[in-house]
């Protein structure tokens, strides 16, 4: 742990901004590993639609992180997932439906609803570090030795590094000095959840139309589940405005019978689709991780597990520095993190980018591929292991927390 000299300003290993699921993720996971941490951000307050499906390594870490036990009642197993083509191309692929034990995999992951995943992780960080700071980062002034955090309320704070989980505006990365490629898809996602007469069986599915997808993910209640509905911006803005029950309507119309009736829909809330990633992933004692360094389109689940992995692998980089007594800012430990990360966030990147390109064309060339693409995993069981293989682990090393616990 590392004190100031002066006994009024506390020096931190580490200062994590921002209090989404990364942030908490990263604080928890540095507290770990035996980092003096501070976490600066407002609580959670805003009800979220949405939900996360988180894969096994993110289980992992929220069990390393003691948030598991608590989480569980509230996760939905993802045994199989069912990819429905219901375009009108003449080329249009089969059902195919990827079963994890087809992997030898109880389940791909779970799915959580995203405010119960963040209260409880706000509630352990509040149980497990020594500091918790509900207000923002006002201004960030980066030094040789050490980071000044100005925050909305109350005295300054002082960090040897500062983790930017601070979502899509990252005031972290913009004091670091670090740019960003941004792009949009004209297209929106709406995120609630909806009650319906057929049970979902654990099975998650995706349906494919010109010009947008809609995917159920299991809830707990086998009658229930999350829904993200993704189209052009003009057509999610209609069915923002859609009073419930003709939202019941379109959703039952658009989901073609699979379900059976939908008895109910939830809150709805829309996301404008894009995409960001930044120059780099950390300089300047600054770490981006989670929306401050990448944002993905809604399409895999990947987003979240791909911040989690960046709050992982920064807790292997800080505990090494600390096992060596270095300071956990310096560009030594910044330069392990952005080798560790570089890989497995391009290559999510670009796969996201490019199935979310492929699944919202019309050119005729691309539906037959997607069409054949789809035939050959159907056919195909060792090209379908492949792929799901492909989805779920990254190609990199898993950070240390995310492995199985080995009893
Ligand atoms: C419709 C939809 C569905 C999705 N489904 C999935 C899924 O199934 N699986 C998956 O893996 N991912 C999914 N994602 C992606 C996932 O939701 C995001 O990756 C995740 O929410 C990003 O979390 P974050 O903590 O990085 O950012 P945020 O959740 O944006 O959190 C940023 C935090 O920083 C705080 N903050 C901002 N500025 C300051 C400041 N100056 N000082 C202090 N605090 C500050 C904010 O208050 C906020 O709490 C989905 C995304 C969408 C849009």
Redesign the pocket.
Known sequence: MSRAKDEEVHLYDAAV???????LAAALALNYVGADVVL???PPERRDT?????LAGSIDMLKAIGAWSRLAEHAAPLRAIRIVDASQSLLKGPDTTFEATELGLEAFGYNIPNTILVDTLYARAKEALSAVVAT??RNLAIGEQLATLELSEGSPVAARLVVG????QS?CREAAGISTSKWRYEQS?L?TDFCHVFPHDDISIELHREAGSVTTVPLPDPHASSL?WVGPTAEIATLMRQDAETFRESLQERLGGLLGRISETGARAN?LIAGLTAATLATNRTALI???AHILP?IG?????L?LRDAASLADCVAAALRRHDDPGSEEVLAAYRATRHLDVLTRTVGVDLLSRSLLSSFVPIQAARGLVLHGLNALPPLRRMVMRLGLTPPTELPSLMRPAVN
Do not use: C, H, M
Not at 50 to 54: E, F, H
Not at 301 to 305: I, R, S, T, V
């Open positions: 901004v921002g209090a989404g699921p990364t942030g600066i951000g407002p949405r939900s996360a499906a988180l923002n980062v989980a601070d979502g899509r005031l996602a995120a993200i996301f989670g929306e401050a809604p689940a990947q987003g979240l597990n911040g």
